[in-house]
């Protein structure tokens, strides 16, 4: 119950950041769940779990495990490595889903991209884009006497909603 809480304040915090676009994806995630459960099912609850599901990484500041290399190490091109070692939590069981977005109705992201996240999830934790941009969510962690993760604050953009930006335009 704690975790849920914290997950809509973050959302509330945020919500006037999201482009709509998004969230209208997110709320049609909810219907969709909705459609196939039938009418036990409470649309306006399912989308406020959707949105939620959707600021976990925003809450809990991902730290999985990135590694890139170019240049001489790979023999001249990028490669970048992701492992979604979340941990305990609600995807420990490894649930994970790819999803190929395209522009099919000249409508949506200017380059098709594709996404490795959870269920539910809209915003982009790592992806690749069909001109080759590749993203990956990563904190970073200070080091010295005191290590911490870096201050932040919830006064923007969600950071995977921003990395979808990025792979949807950019070139």
């Given at each position: 119950a ?6 809509n ?9 999201v ?14 769940i909705?459609?196939v ?8 609850e ?11 990484p ?8 990135a590694?890139?290399?170019?240049g001489?190490a ?6 970048q ?10 995807f420990a ?6 999803t190929?977005?395209?522009?099919t ?10 996404s ?7 915003g ?10 590749g ?6 962690m ?5 290590r911490?993760l870096q201050?932040?604050g919830?006064d923007?953009e969600?950071d995977?909603?921003?990395?979808r930006d990025?792979?949807e335009n950019?070139?």
């Open positions: 704690a975790v849920h809480k914290a997950l304040w973050v959302w509330e915090k945020e919500a006037q950041y482009p709509q676009r998004l969230v209208d994806e997110m709320d049609s995630i909810a219907e969709g909705c459609s459960l039938g009418d036990k099912c409470d649309v306006e399912n989308k406020k779990l959707v949105r939620a599901t959707n600021m976990i925003e809450l809990i500041r991902m730290s999985c495990t590694f890139g290399a170019w001489k790979t023999g001249g091109g990028l490669v490595l992701r492992a979604l070692d979340f941990g305990p939590g609600p069981n490894y649930t994970v889903v790819s190929n977005r395209a522009n109705a000249g409508e949506g992201p200017s380059d098709p991209f594709v490795v996240a959870f269920p539910g999830m809209v982009v934790i790592t992806g690749v884009s069909k001109s080759g941009i993203v990956s969510e990563k904190v970073w200070t080091s010295g006497k005191k911490d201050p932040g919830y923007g969600p995977v909603f921003v990395l990025i792979l950019a070139s």
